[in-house]
């Protein structure tokens, strides 16, 4: 579903030259798997979801989005993904129901279509108190569950998420972990970012590790407590991305 190859981001700053936000980043994720993109904060997590959501134009590689490439194709891969974005704004005046409805619309939904879509995203991601209260009084949870439902309003195959858990509390972060877990079982196809070790071994079926704008290791879990020697995900994280910080 998805294939990524050599995908290379190189900004250029007048101070401190030239940085690879992303580094030749090469990744395949099947159908109906969670992959993992697990790396500190400033690692190149967002800036290779970035490319992949076409918000970005890479400086070399591609990506594929069943058979569609991200330079080439920009308007194709949209149209076939959800990309929950770690920051995102909500018009503050119109309702969160307005909200999905809104985005819904510019993805040619027709309203009978789009109503079922509002319904079953409501009841998936528990939106009933709160779908016709305005975006400006909703609590930070509330305002990320209402973002998650019009990124995924058109059903997308693939969804990217950067973090979508940053900054909520426990129950609202457990609950968006398990409409992730719930996508993969309807088999979506699914990248999460995050640099949260718990979410990544209770979601993903493989783990990236990106370091520096490079992947410094992939696997399932059991593969990189196997290469590393060590029973934690933490653990295998810093011996993997910094050795004699390792215990």
């Not at 594929?64 to 949209?78: I, S």
């Amino acid at each position: 579903m998805i294939e990524v190859r050599l995908l290379t981001k190189i900004f250029r700053d007048r101070k401190r030259g030239e940085i690879r936000g992303a580094d030749a980043v090469s990744l395949r994720v099947e159908p109906g798997r969670i992959y993992g993109l697990l790396g500190a904060n400033g690692a190149g997590k967002t800036t290779v979801l970035r490319m992949l959501g076409t918000l970005l134009k890479p400086t070399s590689g591609t990506a594929l989005f069943a058979g569609h490439d991200v330079v080439r194709e920009p308007d194709r891969v949209r149209a076939n993904i959800g990309f929950l974005a770690a920051s995102t704004a909500l018009y503050a005046r119109l309702t969160a129901r307005e909200m999905i409805a809104y985005f819904g619309r510019l993805y040619g939904l027709d309203e009978r279509s789009l109503r079922a879509r509002i319904g079953a995203l409501s009841e998936e991601l528990d939106m009933g108190d709160f779908l016709d209260r305005r975006c400006d009084k909703l609590s930070t949870g509330m305002k990320q569950k209402t973002s998650i439902a019009r990124t995924l309003v058109h059903d997308p195959q693939v969804m990217l998420f950067d973090e979508p858990t940053l900054g909520l509390d426990v129950m609202t972060a457990r609950s968006i972990v398990q409409f992730v877990r719930d996508c993969r079982s309807r088999g979506k196809t699914v990248i999460y970012s995050t640099h949260v070790m718990s979410e990544a071994e209770k979601l993903c079926d493989v783990i990236g590790i990106i370091h520096g704008g490079a992947l410094r290791a992939e696997g399932t879990l059991a593969e990189l407590r196997e290469r590393t020697g060590e029973a934690d995900l933490e653990e295998s994280f810093v011996k993997i991305v910094s050795p004699g910080e390792a215990r």
